[in-house]
């Protein structure tokens, strides 16, 4: 009988020291990773910056780099749809006769797009109400794509 509790302890010990080791190795080779610089050794979805536009977003908030911007008082979105939202404000800067529409992106909760223009929500592109903004919206998303 003795010998049974003490095979179970010096399993369980074992055991914990698999466990240990394996959060070591992880902490180890997250250590690694510079995540300031762009390299080989990181993740794919690691090795690319935000687009330009959400970089100049967050920094004109004083709030550094970060993967997406959401301002306060925006629609809930996903990063991807906020990276896309930052490149279309600012493409619609530069189409003053489109200022009078207030364009927010969000995400539905299976994942898709939806675009609020003036409070009114729409699922997709073709919908919105002005040609001039649909395609300021497709280039914007064709923008993120090739991001």
């Known amino acids: 009988m003795m010998s049974l509790s003490l095979l179970i302890l010096v399993l369980a010990v ?3 020291l698999v466990v240990i080791g394996a959060l070591a ?3 180890i080779r997250a250590n690694k990773v510079n995540l300031t610089e762009t390299g ?5 979805w690691m090795r690319q910056n935000p687009p330009a536009e959400t970089v100049a977003a967050t920094a004109a908030e004083g709030q550094g ?4 911007h959401q301002a306060e ?3 809930l ?5 906020e990276q896309i ?3 279309l404000r600012a493409l619609l800067q530069a189409h003053p006769e489109l200022n009078h529409y207030d364009v927010d992106l969000g995400t539905s909760p299976d994942t898709g797009l939806e675009i609020w223009v003036n409070g009114q929500k729409y699922d997709q592109i073709e919908d919105l109400p002005d040609d001039g903004l649909r395609q300021v919206v497709y280039e ?4 993120w794509e090739k991001h």
């Open 85 to 87: 939202e930052d490149i």
């Open 40 to 44: 080989e050794d990181k993740p794919d």
């Open 65 to 68: 780099v970060q993967v997406f």
């Open 25 to 27: 190795f992880v902490f």
């Open 140 to 143: 914007a998303v064709q923008k």
């Open 73 to 75: 008082g925006e629609k």
């Open 14 to 16: 074992l055991a914990g």
């Open 77 to 81: 979105a996903a990063p991807f749809a």
